[in-house]
């Protein structure tokens, strides 16, 4: 409570628990060791800082820059693509009838090239 009412006054807000738990289901700890846990639990950080990601690269007056998690999975990230893995770099075509094809070109040329 103190945490939250501390960042809420300097403009930011507390780490999004409930977003772990329900979009990207980091609560689910199944296994009875606790590394394979651990793992389980730092790959989910990871997956929620690139969701973080994709979604400060959009527009910032678009509705995809504040629309919860779930939603950026469905809408935008499963998609039934075709993957081209070329000697310099990978080429996804992207299906003609894809409803939000115009944003994922735009946020697609907002991420950093990753070099290898």
Not at 79 to 108: G, N
Request: glycine fraction near 4%.
């Amino acid at each position: 409570m103190v945490a939250t009412s501390l960042c809420q006054s300097a403009g930011r807000y507390p780490p999004p628990h409930g977003i772990w738990k329900t979009h990207l289901a980091a609560d689910r700890t199944s296994c009875t060791k606790a590394t394979a846990n651990q793992l389980r639990l730092f790959l989910h950080a990871g997956a929620y800082w690139l969701m973080w990601g994709l979604r400060m690269s959009m527009p910032k007056r678009s509705m995809w820059r504040v629309t919860q998690f779930d939603t950026l999975r469905l809408r935008l990230l499963k998609l039934a693509a075709r993957v081209v893995e070329m000697k310099t770099m990978i080429k996804i075509h992207l299906p003609t009838s894809c409803p939000a094809q115009d944003i994922l070109r735009l946020v697609l040329a907002r991420i950093p090239r990753l070099v290898t």
